[in-house]
Nanobody, 117 residues
């Protein structure tokens, strides 16, 4: 089960933090992260992190975003902080998790982020 939180309307130049909590069968989870889909565009990776802590960022957010994870026996939570928000950061942000050995994963329901000028 994935529960996303955060998002909303944020002014350009501001910051936001998204969180995604995974519960249930979490022991085999490897990758957790965030993708986004802007209006009229394809869904794209924003950032993700392996269970071992290796982080991967899209060039568009590199240097102004931080992804982190908190793993416990009961749940794994991934956080994404994006600073210096731009109008192009607007879109629906989807949490994504993938288990070890799998080529596909599970998507959250998505949360809208709107950056206003």
């Amino acid at each position: 089960r994935l529960v996303e939180s955060g998002g909303g309307v944020v002014q350009a130049g501001g910051s936001l933090t998204l969180s995604c909590e995974a519960s249930g069968d979490i022991f085999s989870l490897n990758i957790m992260g965030w993708h986004r889909q802007a209006p009229g565009k394809e869904r794209e990776l924003v950032a993700d992190m392996t269970k071992g802590g290796y982080a991967n960022y899209a060039d568009s957010v590199k240097g102004r975003s931080t992804i982190s994870r908190n793993n416990t026996d009961a749940k794994n939570t991934v956080y994404l902080q994006v600073n210096s928000l731009k109008l192009d950061d607007t879109g629906v942000y989807y949490c994504y998790v993938r288990r070890y050995g799998r080529s596909t994963g599970t998507w959250g329901q998505g949360t809208q982020v709107t950056v206003s000028s």
